[in-house]
């Protein structure tokens, strides 16, 4: 019988600036009796990450630009958040109704360019998005083979809306050791029909399962194992291979 577990890492301290974060989330697992295992999945918030990495701004000593005074006057948000957004911003996408759409560095199209007030310690502080999540996934996954001599993958999750749906996901920004897109062409269904176009987006679908035990208590468990899943080993992929290519998205 299939089967995959889904198991919250808790007791994790408040993460600061400099944290081992693979040390921290693996005497975290031993300690509530689950350590690492070979082929576990490994899922964090991205918060946690730029947390640990120092990439977390303070409002009060952000200068709006004129433009992002303005902006922020027409959707009703604060001058310095908007100017934090727009800086991490590739392009605007699409605003109004309070919203703020953007496409980020990385590609990622999403609310506030990722820019994130929740889970950060200090009232006027934001977390912006890991500079590089496919480096800082990779990282992780080599400090815990260090440390454990477990070969995992690891997933760095973030929350996002979809065009024409209520609601939010998680989606993988950053991943290492797993391809993120299973390639599911020239495979049969029930009834014998050949896929032609099927491409599940695997490191997205794990991302949203993780986020079931993450964040859904006040304990505030931002990392996840997953176990059990027979995924495809890579140490090539990137989380970027997921974003589809502007000529081809009928949304923007």
Do not use: W
């Not at 987006?201 to 035990?213: C, G, N, P």
Request: hydrophobic share 40%; glycine share 8%.
């Amino acid at each position: 019988m299939n089967q995959v577990q889904i198991i919250g890492v808790k007791d994790l301290p408040i993460i600061q600036k400099g944290d081992n974060l693979a040390k921290l989330i693996c005497t975290a697992a031993k300690n509530q009796g689950t350590p690492i295992e070979d082929e576990d999945i490994i899922v964090a918030t991205h918060v946690i990450i730029s947390r640990a990495e120092g990439n977390v701004v303070n409002l009060d000593g952000v200068v709006p630009s004129k433009f992002a005074k303005t902006l922020a006057q027409e959707l009703e948000k604060e001058p310095a958040l908007v100017e934090t957004v727009l800086r991490e911003s590739k392009s605007i996408v699409r605003m109004g109704d309070k919203h703020l759409i953007c496409e980020t560095r990385h590609g990622f199209v999403c609310a506030n360019a990722g820019v994130d007030k929740s889970n950060v310690p200090g009232e006027r502080n934001v977390a912006l998005l890991p500079r590089d999540p496919d480096r800082s996934a990779r990282v992780i996954r080599r400090k815990i083979r260090e440390l454990t001599g477990k070969d995992v993958a690891v997933i760095i999750s973030d929350t996002h809306g979809r065009p024409l749906r209520e609601g939010e996901i998680n989606i993988g920004i950053g991943i290492a050791g797993i391809n993120g897109i299973r390639p599911r062409v020239g495979e049969t269904d029930l009834f014998g029909y050949v896929l032609k176009v099927k491409r599940t987006a695997i490191a997205d679908e794990l991302a949203s399962a993780a986020e079931l035990v993450i964040g859904q208590t006040d304990e505030g468990i931002p990392v996840a194992i997953i176990r059990g899943y027979p995924y495809l080993k890579s140490d090539e992929a990137k989380a970027t291979e997921l974003i589809r290519k502007r000529e081809k998205d009928l949304f923007i």
